[in-house]
């Protein structure tokens, strides 16, 4: 089973809901990261092995601000550990599972990550995130 390594909210503003998410909760998130290949934002609050990131379109052009129109901030996806992502992908793939890529690409903290097809997964966005060397792996 793959570990969930990090849950991420859709959000317009992450200075503002990071500011809301202290004061609610307490949480203490990380420096904004920008991914121009993504074309998103992240910050990240960390629990122990898990983490909770906020992202957030790069501009009104990007895929997630379109996401962020249609639907509004809330749950974007759920990341999953893959101690070999291609591995995983080309199993996937080969179970006939409908990828939106069928390659890693690098998103943020430079991990690689590839998104499965909500349509496969009752609605609900799923990543797999390949941790960096010397990190906490996922499923053993």
């Known amino acids: 089973m793959n570990p ?3 849950i ?16 609610l909760f307490n949480w203490q998130f990380s420096d904004i990261e920008e991914i121009p290949e993504q074309g998103v934002k992240t910050s990240f609050a960390a629990f122990g092995d898990m983490q909770i990131e906020l992202i957030e379109p790069m501009s009104n052009h990007s895929k ?4 962020l ?3 509004g901030e809330g749950l974007h996806h759920i990341a999953l550990k893959s101690k070999d992502i291609q591995g995983d992908l080309n199993n996937l ?8 890529q069928k390659t890693a690409q690098i998103g943020a903290n430079g991990k690689r990550i590839a ?4 349509k496969e997964t009752a ?7 390949e941790p960096l060397k010397g990190e ?4 053993e």
């Not at 997630?64 to 996401?67: E, G, I, Q, V, Y």
């Not at 609605?123 to 995130?129: D, I, K, M, P, T």
């Not at 906490?136 to 499923?139: I, L, S, T």
């Open 4 to 6: 969930i390594d990090h």
């Open 8 to 23: 991420a909210m859709a959000v317009f503003s992450i200075k503002e809901t990071s500011v809301t998410l202290q004061r």
């Open 64 to 67: 997630l601000h379109a996401f």
């Open 69 to 71: 129109t249609k639907r």
């Open 93 to 100: 793939d080969r179970l006939g599972v409908q990828l939106l």
């Open 115 to 118: 998104f499965l097809s909500p």
């Open 123 to 129: 609605g609900v966005l799923f990543e797999l995130c």
């Open 136 to 139: 906490k792996e996922g499923h």
